[in-house]
């Protein structure tokens, strides 16, 4: 029952348009062809960005990819941090080296900072959420180690507090950013690698992050096992 005093909300009719009408268990659904389009133009958008930036990103890539082997062929680790969804990537790719990406091998060593509740909570609360990153960084950090820092914007406060204890830990840093860079992109030293996705939107770059990562992953796996195709 509504409160006494409101009405329903009505919204126009020019919202529905083109409309269908199907039942479900849940009641009337409406799916509209506006919205139908709507997601496929994100999938064009984002299949256009990708394949844009493959052209734009190879070569950085590549980079990464020889300093990460570099790093574990030697006996080092990787150590990833970012926030919201980065984070996520952070955790996505620490599992995938420390599980499998899409092929039986042994283990790589790899970090991801953003996992640990108690150590971000009390570094966050004792110290600054500026430092949950960067005192992990120091702590676990030994040269030869790679940090990857993950940034949409390149100006999260956390993430180039990271990078800076990074370098002081003679780390090589493999920075994942979008817009430009940000002032990730002015921290990362010659030796540093940036992979920079063109482009200003959010959740474009965050979509061009996870296939980098996943690029990544590959390129590792057919450097140490050998390259053949995988199975579907």
Not at 41 to 59: E, M, P, R
Not at 81 to 109: I, K, T, W
Not at 128 to 152: C, E, H, M, N, W
């Amino acid at each position: 029952m509504r409160p006494e005093g409101t009405e329903r909300r009505r919204y126009p009719r020019t919202k529905v348009r083109e409309s269908v009408r199907r039942s479900s268990p849940g009641g009337t659904v409406i799916i509209s062809a506006m919205l139908e389009n709507r997601i496929q133009q994100n999938f064009i958008d984002s299949a256009d960005l990708k394949y844009q930036a493959s052209q734009v990103l190879s070569k950085p890539i590549a980079a990464a990819v020889q300093a990460v082997l570099t790093c574990v062929t030697s006996g080092g680790k990787l150590l990833a941090c970012g926030n919201g969804g980065s984070a996520a990537d952070a955790q996505h790719f620490a599992a995938e080296f420390v599980g499998r990406y899409e092929r039986e091998r042994p283990e790589l060593a790899a970090i991801a900072l953003t996992t640990d509740s108690s150590i971000l909570t009390a570094i966050a609360n004792d110290y600054d959420f500026k430092a949950v990153f960067s005192r992990q960084v120091r702590a676990l950090g030994s040269p030869g180690d790679v940090l990857l820092a993950i940034s949409t914007s390149g100006n999260s406060a956390n993430v180039l507090a990271a990078i800076e204890a990074a370098h002081a830990r003679e780390m090589v840093v493999v920075g994942l950013t979008g817009r430009g860079g940000g002032k990730m992109g002015q921290a990362l030293r010659d030796t540093d690698v940036h992979i920079c996705v063109p482009n200003d939107r959010t959740a474009r770059i965050q979509e061009v992050h996870i296939l980098t990562l996943h690029c990544i992953c590959d390129a590792v796996d057919a450097q140490l096992l050998g390259d053949q195709e995988t199975s579907p």
